[in-house]
């Protein structure tokens, strides 16, 4: 069974530009996160998408953004890029809702931003 | 404000020895707690987990303890092989918002043969 799947591995971006993030979840997974771990931090939830619909934000400004597509795969977007948005970029997926619905993370976009 | 603190960023441990990670949180809320390795270049992966109506929960060689009063929980490996060396994330949630897991800033673990 594939695993969860992100797209690219790798992208650089320059301040005030847009970058997007694709995430494909594990086959019969509806719930996909996004999180962000940037240097000394630990992950930090950006995102919960479940069945197409944005069901849960955490703590981050509105220009981080995001949609779920009917084949559940997602997309983060970061507009007006800053140098602090420099990071890993984990998505992760569950069948379920909710934190007992164990989450199975992507090897994450190293998003860097010059 | 860090809710969920590792404050051990490093743990080396010689192989067939006990390696203790731990764990704090400061928001009563949180009623259930996860334990992610993560090996380089690769995601987080689903270790061990811990509700708090229990203090103790047990997965082979990996062990996790829940204070409550003292909001601390613990995951012990024992015996310690050098496989189990990577990154561990102690996560938390509250029940009422169960799907947004807050995570420590991980313990580096290295065991050495």
């Known amino acids: 069974e594939a695993g969860v799947t992100q797209s690219p591995t790798h992208l650089i971006k320059t301040r005030g530009q847009q970058a997007t993030l694709r995430c494909s979840p594990i086959?019969?997974?509806?719930?996909v996160y996004w999180y962000q771990q940037a240097l000394g931090l630990g992950l930090q939830f950006l995102l919960w998408?479940?069945?197409?619909?944005?069901?849960n934000r955490g703590n981050f400004p509105p220009r981080f953004s995001g949609r779920q597509f009917p084949n559940y795969s997602s997309e983060l977007n970061v507009n007006a890029l800053e140098l602090e948005d420099s990071a890993l970029y984990l998505c992760?997926?569950?069948?379920?809702?909710?934190?007992?619905?164990?989450?199975?993370f992507g090897p994450g976009t190293r998003l860097t931003v010059l | 404000d860090q809710q969920v603190k590792q404050n051990s960023p490093s743990l080396s441990v010689q192989e067939g020895r006990i390696s203790i990670l731990n764990c704090d949180y400061t928001?009563?809320?949180?009623?259930?707690f996860l334990w992610y390795k993560k090996y380089p270049a690769e995601g987080p992966t689903f270790l061990i987990s811990?509700?708090?109506?229990?203090d103790k929960n047990e997965d082979g060689r990996f062990t996790v303890f829940l204070n409550k009063s003292a909001k601390h929980l613990s995951l012990h490996i024992v015996p310690s092989q050098p496989g189990d060396s990577a990154v561990y994330f102690c996560?938390?949630?509250?029940?009422?918002?169960?799907?947004?897991?807050?995570f420590g800033t991980g313990t580096r673990l290295q065991v050495f043969p």
């Open positions: 992760a997926s569950s069948y379920g809702q909710g934190a007992t619905d164990t989450q199975y």
């Open positions: 086959s019969g997974h509806t719930s």
């Open positions: 998408y479940d069945e197409g619909e944005e069901r």
């Open positions: 928001n009563s809320m949180f009623d259930y």
């Open positions: 811990i509700s708090s109506i229990k």
């Open positions: 996560a938390a949630s509250a029940f009422h918002d169960a799907d947004k897991l807050i």
